[in-house]
């Protein structure tokens, strides 16, 4: 069973940048995919990015350009490091890990769906506020 925990997350302006970290006790899957997630109030979750351990790498189109996911693999932690942050990247954001098979390079709603795939087991979230 995966334990996953972030952190990192708090308070920014617009502009701003954070770092998130996801580590995992351990990776249930020998291959597999991690992937970020976000929910703002009252919206659903939605996919942020995802790694696979095959090298895939997949962003939705909000954060191309903005975020960047990575891995170390030694310590099975999961980062995700945001740049010029913007209001409307306020959320709690999560973690989650997957087989990797479900990540394939996609644009638009296919990336969304193939991200969402990733979502197996989940840590609890860490709260992320971007103020104008």
């Known amino acids: 069973q995966e334990h996953l925990v972030e952190s990192g997350g708090g308070s920014v302006q617009a502009g701003g940048s954070l770092r998130l970290s996801c580590s995992a006790s351990?990776?249930?899957?020998?291959?597999?995919?991690l992937g970020w997630f976000r929910q703002a109030p009252g919206k659903e979750r939605e996919a942020v990015a995802g790694i696979a351990s095959s090298g895939v790498i997949v962003y939705v189109d909000d954060v191309k350009g903005r975020f960047t996911i990575s891995e170390d693999y030694a310590k099975h932690t999961l980062y995700l490091q945001m740049d010029n942050m913007k209001p409307e990247d306020t959320a709690m954001y999560y973690c989650?890990?997957?087989?990797?098979?479900?990540?394939?390079?996609?644009?638009?709603?296919?990336?969304?769906?193939?991200?969402?795939?990733?979502?197996?087991?989940w840590g609890q979230g860490t709260q992320v506020t971007v103020s104008s």
């Open positions: 989650a890990i997957g087989p990797f098979s479900r990540l394939v390079p996609g644009e638009g709603m296919a990336a969304k769906v193939t991200i969402a795939g990733c979502g197996d087991y």
């Open positions: 351990e990776y249930t899957y020998k291959s597999y995919c």
